[in-house]
């Protein structure tokens, strides 16, 4: 079992290409005050902690090795997918099993690889494997096939039938015959064979990697439930109210880049309103900051999107709030899930 207690001390985990600066565990404990800066982890956390299954497990891929399909809706496929949930266990957020080891070429990095059992003299695969017998009483040893008469098992030294397993005869292994040299030997050399580029390597030049069924680290789950709590009862309302609810959902902006918000509604009809909300929790004596205003408006801007709202718990910053009022952003301010919804609902009049 793979934990987290080395994870929670190693400091910030970078990934230059995801974009991806994750915390240390313990600075989750004050309250969950960077986690859900970052839109994908807010994606994720929702899929583990809305009543599904609570695990991601990877599934085998030909031509990725193993993937995850649950988060690469969220980060693309791999290998974005592992390096995510990698950053987010040395995080501490995710806990994680070792399911499986995986074999790569080392030549092109393709998982599409055979493992061929060669004649060590040789070393063609074209190899016929057999079972040796021994016959307990007289001691002869020999393959198989050189004890058959017919359908009965009769030893080639001493002519006696052998019924008994165990008693007349035992099997003693295996014996190998290579086709090609004609040798025999009883431990085949194992050879790796990668079907996209041909190469023929060994152990020793093998690649493996690791791959593990995550899942949410119970103690981080209790400091990020707090914006879960807000959004489930958000799709509530809002679908009580004849909205279809995504949670995330996605919209696809004027430049053709797919955005990600917290909550993505839609009214009814063709003509029918969006709505677009993110959550946004600091700890309690703590503001939120400026940046969630300036990603739900850059998102918003590019998106056709009738209203968006930010939920800031409990508030925003004086420099967030100037922000907000400059950016016209909607700003609902709420000491506790509660009052977020209730303030939300007294929005929505007017929308379907």
Sequence with gaps: MRTVTEGKKRGVKEDGRLGLSLPPFSDFAGGGKVVF???????????????????????FDLKHGLKYP????????????????????????????LYDIVLYCPACGSADVSTRYCCPFCKSFNIRRSALIEHVKCGYMDVEEKFFS??????????????????????????????????????PVPHHFCRQCQHVFTFEDAVFKEAYIYSLNEEAAKHLSLNWLVL?????????????????????????????????AHGKGTAGNIIAINVSA???????PEQPIIEIFAKTFDSRVDKAFLIAIPKVSESGRKLASLYKVNVIEAENPDEAVAKLGEHLPGFS
Excluded at 151 to 174: F, H, I, M, Q, S
Aim: proline fraction near 5%.
């Design 232 to 264: 489930a009862p958000m799709r509530s309302l809002l679908e009580s109210r004849g909205f279809k609810v995504e949670s995330p959902g996605f919209l696809v902006g004027r430049s053709g880049v797919k955005h990600m918000f917290d909550i993505v």
């Design 70 to 97: 649950d988060v690469e809706e969220i980060v693309g496929g791999p290998p974005s997918d592992r390096e995510f949930l990698a950053g987010l266990y040395e995080a501490g957020i995710l806990k994680g099993e």
């Design 150 to 187: 017919g359908k009965r098992l009769v030893c080639p030294k001493c002519r006696r039938e052998l019924t008994r397993p165990d008693v007349d005869y035992r099997r003693a292994g295996v014996w190998c015959t290579c086709n090609s040299c004609g040798k025999s030997f009883d431990i």
């Design 282 to 288: 600091s700890a309690k004596n703590e503001t939120v």
């Design 37 to 59: 800066r970052d839109s994908r982890v807010q994606a994720l956390i929702s899929k583990l902690m809305g009543g599904g299954s609570r695990t991601l497990h990877p599934v």
